[in-house]
């Protein structure tokens, strides 16, 4: 028996008046799926995850995150739910920059009482993830940008989320580094029994997951300022 995680139906979203709205008509993921999501440039990847994190809101239709409707939550009430339940790895990592690595870590624990990793937890996730204790004490901008996307997945994955959701985060990385961070990331979700959005446009990863969804076959663009000129 399998369940839900993420239960999509017509959706509608838009970034301003003036921009194009984007409709996503059915799009589900069950649990511990491992979702490669593909897709051109401006196609809709983040804004589809900004959804699905509660990180914007669409105008209509249906959205459920782990059996939650988030639609029908308050702004503070979705803030709420991300802190608890979900892993959002950004692609542009969004760390705080006079915090060092190790802090940064330690903040998903400070937002949600249900996450409270110790900082000995969070130096060994950090070292699985390749960035040893010298580096964890260190401010993050001081950091290579490869070893700063580890800091945010380490963030990430801090107090097991259930659901994992990935921006492009292994854009930055070597060939070696990339496949140990996939590794991690793999196990940790085998082992948590979460599931895993994850957006790349490296083709040579779509094997290692599941499923593959092109976001052209999910999201529709309209310009609904057409002919108004
Ligand atoms: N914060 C924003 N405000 C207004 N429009 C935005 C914003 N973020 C994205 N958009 C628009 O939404 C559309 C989809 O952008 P999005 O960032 O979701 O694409 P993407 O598939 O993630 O692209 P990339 O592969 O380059 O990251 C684009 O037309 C973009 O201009
Ligand atoms: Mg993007």
């Not at 290692?208 to 663009?221: G, K, Q, S, Y």
Request: proline letters at 2%; one cysteine or more.
């Amino acid at each position: 028996m399998s369940e839900l995680v993420l239960d999509i139906s017509g959706l509608e979203f838009q970034w301003s008046d003036q921009s194009p709205s984007m409709r996503v008509d059915q799009l589900s993921v069950q649990s511990g799926e491992r979702v490669f999501l593909k897709g051109a440039s401006g196609s809709g990847k983040s804004t589809l995850l900004s959804l699905i994190g509660g990180v914007t809101t669409a105008s209509t239709g249906r959205l459920a995150v782990l059996g939650q409707d988030l639609q029908s939550m308050s702004a503070k009430q979705r803030d709420r739910f991300r802190a608890d339940h979900l892993g959002l790895i950004f692609q542009q990592f969004n760390l705080i920059p006079y915090l060092t690595a190790v802090e940064n870590v330690l903040l998903t624990g400070r937002f949600s009482k249900q996450r409270k990793i110790t900082r000995a937890e969070a130096l060994t996730l950090l070292k699985e993830l390749g960035i040893a204790n010298d580096l964890a004490e260190k401010q993050v901008t001081q950091l290579s940008i490869g070893q700063q996307q580890r800091v945010a997945a380490a963030r990430a994955l801090a107090g097991k989320p259930k659901l994992i959701i990935a921006d492009e985060p292994t854009s930055a990385l070597d060939e070696e580094t990339r496949d140990g961070y996939l590794d991690l990331l793999f196990n940790q979700c085998h082992t948590n029994g979460a599931t895993l959005i994850f957006v790349s446009h490296d083709r040579t990863l779509a094997p290692l997951f599941d499923r593959e969804v092109n976001i052209a076959d999910v999201v529709h663009w309209s310009d609904q300022k057409e002919g108004e000129q």
